[in-house]
Nanobody, 114 residues
Framework: QVELVESGGGLVQAGGSLRLSCAASGIIFSSYAMNWYRQTLGKPRELVASITSGETTDYADSVKGRFTISRDNVKNTVYLQMNSLEPEDTAVYYC????????WGRGTQVTVSS
């Protein structure tokens, strides 16, 4: 059974930082591309950051220079370090594992107050 469990969300003031974690089980983690998406009410889910199995990273323009995605293939965990947070970053953040199939976590709420 595949499971992705996000953690690390919360309430933070603008300019602050949070680190999200997503622990994966039931997959060969090192062979999957891992992604972080976010979604706010009434809007489509947005790709925020991605990291391939070869550790190539990519970011949405809105978070470049502020967010960093990384992975630990020993701990089967992907991270999203979020710095200089802005109220516009408020969303539910979802972890995604993609190879032949795609799996999703249940999300973690990030709220940035102004």
């Amino acid at each position: 059974q595949v499971e992705l469990v996000e953690s690390g969300g919360g309430l933070v003031q603008a300019g602050g930082s949070l680190r999200l974690s997503c622990a994966a089980s039931g997959i060969i983690f090192s062979s999957y591309a891992m992604n972080w998406y976010r979604q706010t009410l009434g809007k489509p889910r947005e790709l925020v950051a991605s990291i391939t199995s070869g550790e190539t990273t990519d970011y949405a323009d809105s978070v470049k220079g502020r967010f960093t995605i990384s992975r630990d293939n020993v701990k089967n965990t992907v991270y999203l370090q979020m710095n200089s947070l802005e109220p516009e970053d408020t969303a539910v953040y979802y972890c995604n594992a993609k190879r032949l199939l795609t799996y999703w976590g249940r999300g973690t709420q990030v709220t940035v107050s102004s």
